[in-house]
DNA sequence: TCTTGACTTAGAGCACACTCTAAGATGTAT
DNA sequence: ATACATCTTAGAGTGTGCTCTAAGTCAAGA
């Protein structure tokens, strides 16, 4: 299927609100989408599949410049095809070390959670008595 | 020990600058520190103890105003050690969603990864030829 | 015909978490 | 004495990533 969609259609596929397909758009996250007569945006399934790995990229933190700069990559051929593997690369490197460092921060909330339970307990046995 | 430190000792020791220890006090994170004579400001383990903590929080992606909402919750008094117990656990579980669904939207960059490691050797191979 | 609603643009505004500035006080070294 | 570093405050400024506004076009329905 190559059904067109609307603005307002992708916008509720991909969660991302109207503004900010256009934003991404503006800032040339996503290549000019093609246009209906009356000038609105008509995206393509291939569009939207962009999109959702924008999404991805996104939610995995990657600032939006870099997701510019892999963006920018995917337009000039295949020749970029090593660069962009390397930037998805580095990326994941930097995504799993800031998982790593969240849980290894967690662990010491974990410790507190431990200590206010055992604090709690303690209170209430106290004022069983 | 319970050597008084300088607003930068405790910047070099604990990574944020004197600028964000200052705002922390400022917006209520941190209790207002002791001051020497000549009104500087001298921390005390305890107080470090409290910032190293804060950084857990903040590293795990608290927002500012939920640690403030924590800091306030400390400084009333044991009755509080439940509700601040039930903070500590739903930040827990917010940072184990958010870990989770970040790995689910690595999977898809490291198919990516996959994809464009196959299309180089490809290309490579064709080339040889 | 008139209204409603979806869309367009450029640009302004906002929330968050800092980060820096300006002006001034104080302490130590030469 | 003088230079320099370190600190103080209140408040302004910054970067990021949206998010909203204003003014206008266009098409379908009552």
New binding site residues.
Partial sequence: MDTLL????V?DKTG????????????GLIE??D????????YSDVDVGWIEFLKCL?AT???????KAYADLTRVGDHTIEARLELLKEHRRAVLAQIEEMQAYLSVVDYKIDYYTKEKERIETCSEN
């Fill in positions: 609307t603005i307002q259609q916008a991302l609100s109207e503004h900010t397909l256009r934003y991404y758009e503006r800032i000019s989408i246009r209906a007569d009356n000038g609105h945006r008509r996104r933190g990657m600032p939006v410049m870099q997701m």
